[in-house]
């Protein structure tokens, strides 16, 4: 079970931005004269239980890739380079993990910034939110699909990804079609990375996406610790 986030296993500023907007950033690289791989995990395990990725690493390293590069199926493959659509971080596994730590050891160029929205602030009708909770979706990771709602009141965490979330009746329809709108994400707050910033995300109360790649000579690279 992930403990609650207190001042007793992280920095009272770090909590309290949690627990009130969903999210913590900061752009001074606190990492700075240490392994920010090890400093990022540290700081992971005082939240919960640190997630193995995709590849069974503990830290992820993201760059911007071409759809031809990037993995079947990924948010990459299907967008490429260019504007990705919010998300649930992890919506194909059973539950997605709580929080994200992202930390960006590099940055050149024009950098795509990341979009976070929280769910309190999506802006969508009680016809929209009913259609979330009874809409039906396949939800494909390989031999490990499943069928699940958007919303449920059995779980406190949100499920959406466009990538790997197919609807399967009128009512997943009208609520997939509902958060892809523009409109939706009127309350977003847009994340400006450099080098040594730090984003912590509670991805059950928050959706982000990434913004469009303008500069094809620009490199990022971002590390991510999930936790579950």
Known sequence: MVPVLSASNLPKDMAESLDTRGYFFSSENIFAD?????ELIKLAQKMGQV??????????????????????????????????PYHVDGSHLASPSRYLLLFCSEAKGAI????????????????????????????RNGKRSFYASIL?????????????????DSR?????????????????????????ALLIIDNWSVLHARGPIVDRTSRRELLRVSVQ
């Open 34 to 38: 240490y392994d920010p791989a090890e």
């Open 51 to 84: 997630r193995t990725g995709r590849f069974g690493s503990l830290v992820e390293v993201l760059s911007p890739l071409d759809s031809t590069n990037a993995q079947t199926n990924s948010l990459s493959a299907v967008h490429g380079q260019d504007e990705f």
């Open 112 to 139: 795509a910034p990341t979009h976070i929205l929280h769910r309190r602030d999506l802006d969508l009708h009680a016809d929209i939110v009913e259609a979330m909770r009874a809409g039906v979706f396949l939800v």
């Open 152 to 168: 449920s009141d059995a779980v406190s965490f949100m499920r959406w990804d466009a990538g790997c979330m197919f609807p399967k």
């Open 172 to 196: 997943a329809m009208k609520a997939a079609e509902a958060l892809l709108q523009p409109s939706t994400a009127m309350k977003k707050t847009t994340i400006n990375w450099q080098a040594g």
